[in-house]
């Protein structure tokens, strides 16, 4: 069965660019979480959507980040412009809503993304 | 102060040892308590939930203590597969009930 499908794995950019993230989430699922992870904050949570609807993005940084979830199949979370303290891991992540008190996040591989 | 505080570790330790992990929370406002075990350079995967009345799988034995705000995870007879980073994870802040928050992770390292 296909898990939470991830991309791009891994981007190198320079500071001020564009960078985005996507994410297909596990069919069925009607949550969908954005974390990042880096060594010194852990995973913190950015924002999470059910049923494609924005909920929380209390975790969202600053203006430069924004994410869509246009439709249950598919979200992208976007920085622009780029610095190089957004250098980290990026993990979307899938549950459904009615099974929450389980515990279960279905975490895809991680973006990895380097902003030089 | 952190809403979930974890000892960083590396916790290393010989193979079959019993190894303590100890986690607190902010918010006695929280509902759902997890561990999730995250390896090297993978996603975290959930490694078990966490009861008031404890609960165990296996070698793994998860405590819950509401009045102190302390959540623990005791693995007994280390394994070498065992090494990864433990991580303690509350849910239910704020009455968000899907929204669950992660501490920073202990690392476990069992030798040979």
């Known amino acids: 069965d296909a898990g939470v499908i991830q991309s791009p794995r891994h981007e190198v950019t320079e500071m001020g660019q564009e960078v985005t993230l996507r994410c297909k989430p596990i069919s069925g699922h009607n949550s969908l979480f954005w974390y990042r992870q880096t060594m010194m904050r852990g995973l913190e949570l950015l924002i999470y959507f059910n049923n494609n609807v924005p909920i929380d993005d209390s975790g969202m940084p600053e203006d430069r980040f924004s994410a869509k979830m246009p439709n249950a199949s598919f979200s992208t979370l976007k920085i622009q412009p780029s610095e190089p303290r957004d250098s980290a891991v990026y993990f979307c992540a899938s549950s459904f809503s009615g099974d929450w008190n389980t515990g279960e996040l279905f975490f895809g591989e991680g973006s990895r993304l380097t902003v030089l | 102060r952190k809403e979930v505080e974890q000892d960083p570790g590396p916790f290393n330790v010989p193979e079959g040892a019993t190894v303590a992990f100890n986690c607190t929370y902010s918010n006695s406002a929280s509902q759902s308590f997890f561990w999730y075990r995250q390896d090297c350079r993978k996603e975290p995967k959930l490694l078990m939930s966490?009861?008031?009345s404890g609960n165990e799988d296996g070698r793994f034995t998860a405590q819950l203590n509401r009045a102190s705000q302390y959540i623990s995870l005791l693995i007994r007879d280390s394994k070498l597969s065992d090494s990864a980073t433990y991580l303690c994870?509350?849910?239910?802040?704020?009455?968000?009930?899907?929204?669950?928050?992660f501490g920073t992770g202990t690392l476990l390292a069992v030798q040979p």
């Open positions: 966490v009861y008031s």
């Open positions: 994870v509350v849910g239910g802040l704020g009455g968000a009930t899907n929204k669950l928050i």
